[in-house]
């Protein structure tokens, strides 16, 4: 039975907001939406966060006081509400975010508890209805700390970690009726300790780092088919080329992939990470090599592209106060450090940010804030609303699940150019629309009475 809990935190989560004026000219603003408890109920954040069909915030928290930690909802104005609790029975450590499916519910995973003590994969609804779908026992994987991603296929895909060594890890396929399937195991020379989630490419592949293992134990990216088969393996040389790839990869609009390693750089093995770029050869060079000081040291949760096409990320520590920063660098490697945190404001921020449709970015640090048990921030860059997809792409006559806001009222909704069939505004910030016959790959435009929105994705017209 699901936990409800509504919690006001407005007062007490808006502890900071400080303005910094950047070398382009441009402004942003860092605001701490809430501080976390660091009980069960709102434990460590080290996540990022998924946006519901209502534009609240969604995600998992880990308790660092040794229970087992929570699902919650956040609206942006800082009221969060605590969905689950997890008993261990039911899974516990939820060390990644969830997963909003095209079926209106949630998709994590915890990296421990449930029957074997190896983790579970869950389902749950938006009011904290609750389903264990799949307890990993061992052969078929354990400790999953990353969550699954719908595929263009409509099932989802995921990683397990191998429990730091001692079970192989794996890569699974979870069909939105439950059906659980293993579909790859890793050598260690494929990769150990694969933690980041996976991203489907526009080639219908899945991407993925591990960050050990390979030719020289310091991590490798791969690439393999929604059939199971592994297509390609890169191994991270170590030294100035990069070591133990930590996070997401993401798919830029120009076609390559991005990333960052934990470790290496132009100093040496251990030195301060980098930021490096994959082509679709898959051949691999280094976009920033992290100095250890003010730009940050040790970038741990991967990159997110946001609409101004910059990617951005965080590193743990560095900065001016030691605590980590938010940065953004572009797909050329000019590179910005955005905001350092203060402990105070947040410390050891962790994956990447989400771009909300209303343009700021969202995302938690593992420490730090009101009470020292991290905090969900909000990053303003001064970008605009804009409409995304809950999976973005579809075939001719399908619905697609538009998420945005100011939705009520729309007046048209075009494919690459071409008018929908017919769309649904369902609620002021959810709307489907019907993939029209002629329909090519490209972005989609909603009118509004505020005005017209485009997607931050491409949706891609399948067959």
Do not use: C
Request: hydrophobic share 35%.
């Amino acid at each position: 039975m699901s936990l409800r809990v509504g919690i006001l935190w407005a007062a007490l989560g808006l502890t900071s907001a400080l303005a910094l004026s950047s070398a382009d000219g441009t402004a942003q603003t860092v605001t701490d939406v809430i501080s976390f408890t660091g009980d069960n109920s709102l434990g460590t954040p080290v996540m990022t966060p998924a946006q519901g069909r209502n534009a609240e915030i969604y995600g998992t928290s880990f308790d660092p006081k040794g229970a087992n930690g929570s699902v919650f909802s956040l609206t942006t104005s800082g009221v969060a509400t605590v969905l689950f609790a997890f008993d261990y029975t039911t899974g516990s450590g939820p060390l990644a975010g969830l997963t909003l499916a095209t079926d209106d519910n949630y998709y994590g995973a915890t990296g421990s508890g449930g029957t074997f003590g190896l983790g579970v994969l869950f389902r749950i609804s938006a009011n904290g209805s609750y389903t264990v779908l799949h307890d990993f026992s061992g052969g078929d994987g354990a400790g999953p700390i990353a969550n699954p991603v719908q595929a263009s296929d409509g099932n989802l895909y995921g990683t397990t970690s191998g429990d730091a060594g001692v079970y192989a890890p794996t890569v699974y396929k979870l069909t939105l009726s439950g059906t659980f399937t293993t579909m790859f195991q890793f050598t260690n020379a494929q990769g150990k300790i694969v933690g980041g989630p996976l991203v489907q490419g526009s080639d219908g592949n899945l991407y993925g780092t591990a960050e050990s293992g390979g030719v020289s134990d310091n991590g490798t990216i791969f690439k393999i088919s929604t059939s199971g088969a592994l297509l390609n393996d890169y191994s991270f040389p170590g030294g100035a080329a990069g070591a133990t790839p930590i996070g997401t990869l993401v798919q830029g609009k120009d076609g390559n992939f991005y990333g960052n390693t934990y470790t290496g750089g132009s100093s040496g093995l251990h030195a301060y990470g980098t930021v490096f770029k994959m082509n679709r050869q898959g051949v691999v060079s280094t976009l920033y090599t992290f100095q250890g000081g003010a730009d940050g040291a040790y970038p741990e949760g991967g990159l997110m592209q946001a609409t101004d096409g910059n990617l951005y990320g965080t590193t743990a520590l560095g900065g001016s106060s030691g605590f980590g920063t938010i940065f953004k660098i572009s797909t050329r490697g000019s590179y910005q450090q955005l905001y350092s945190f203060t402990g105070t404001t947040g410390e050891s921020p962790g994956p990447p940010p989400l771009q909300h449709t209303n343009g700021l970015l969202y995302g938690g640090t593992e420490f730090g804030g009101t009470y020292g048990y991290g905090v969900i921030y909000s990053l303003d860059m001064g970008l605009g609303p804009f409409i995304t997809f809950v999976r973005a792409n579809g075939k001719v006559g399908q619905k697609a699940q538009i998420l945005g806001q100011g939705l009520t009222g729309t007046t048209s909704v075009t494919f690459n150019g071409l008018p929908a069939s017919s769309f649904t505004v369902v609620s002021d910030t959810y709307m489907t629309a019907v993939v029209p016959s002629g329909a090519t790959s490209g972005t989609v435009t909603v009118k509004t009475p505020s005005g017209t929105l485009i997607s931050n994705k491409t949706f891609r017209v399948s067959k």
